[in-house]
């Protein structure tokens, strides 16, 4: 008895070692823009601020093919009286947060391009993520963001202020893709 048991664990352990999924990809390097942490960002006259930054992963995928993995995080504040208070809160002061991730070969060679739209309403935050398939070699991944309407949106009391606009347009990860 002893014995079937052994030799039927023998024969199986194979199989159930095999029906194991394989691992989809292998993060081989994880590198964010600012490295210490986000960059705050302000409209013209500093009524609006976002705390923003944009991270790469370098991975590896099962079949041997490599990609990029980006990602864009952002706060969004406004000032009233003496305090920052979120913005994007709710549907009457809803944001809109348009951007673009941009890759580019280590010699500057533009590869593609991808525009990202969102509306976060309930929410103060805003993420946005996109994959670029790579080879090896040298990369630059560039990512821009502009937030506009929110609270300072709704309650102009000049129709030309644009204090619910603000800019994000200077984020770049370079990486070392093996």
């Known amino acids: 008895m002893t014995l079937t048991v052994a030799l039927a664990l023998t024969i199986l352990t194979p199989a159930v070692a095999s029906a194991r999924p394989a691992v989809s990809q292998k993060v081989l390097a994880d590198t964010c823009d600012p490295v210490s942490g986000t960059r705050t960002y302000y409209s013209l006259y500093k009524w609006s601020k976002a705390n923003a930054r944009?991270?790469?992963?370098?991975?590896?995928?099962?079949?041997?093919?490599?990609?990029?993995?980006?990602?864009?995080?952002?706060?969004?504040?406004?000032?009233?009286?003496?305090?920052w208070y979120s913005d994007c809160r709710n549907a009457q002061e809803q944001c809109t947060v348009k951007g673009r991730?941009?890759?580019?070969?280590?010699?500057?060679?533009?590869?593609?391009?991808?525009?990202?739209?969102?509306?976060?309403?309930?929410?103060?935050?805003?993420?946005?993520?996109?994959?670029?398939?790579?080879?090896?070699?040298?990369?630059?991944?560039e990512a821009t963001a502009e937030k506009s309407t929110g609270y300072w949106a709704f309650h102009r009391t000049q129709p030309g202020e644009v204090e619910d606009v603000v800019p994000m347009n200077d984020f770049a990860v370079e990486v070392d893709v093996p």
Not at 110 to 124: C, D, I, K, T, Y
Request: proline share 1%; with cysteine.
């Open 54 to 83: 944009i991270c790469v992963q370098v991975q590896q995928r099962a079949d041997g093919s490599k990609a990029l993995y980006v990602d864009y995080a952002a706060d969004f504040f406004y000032y009233w009286g003496a305090a």
């Open 101 to 141: 991730f941009t890759l580019r070969r280590g010699n500057g060679a533009l590869v593609e391009q991808s525009n990202f739209l969102s509306h976060p309403a309930g929410s103060r935050h805003e993420y946005a993520a996109k994959t670029f398939n790579v080879d090896s070699g040298r990369w630059r991944v």
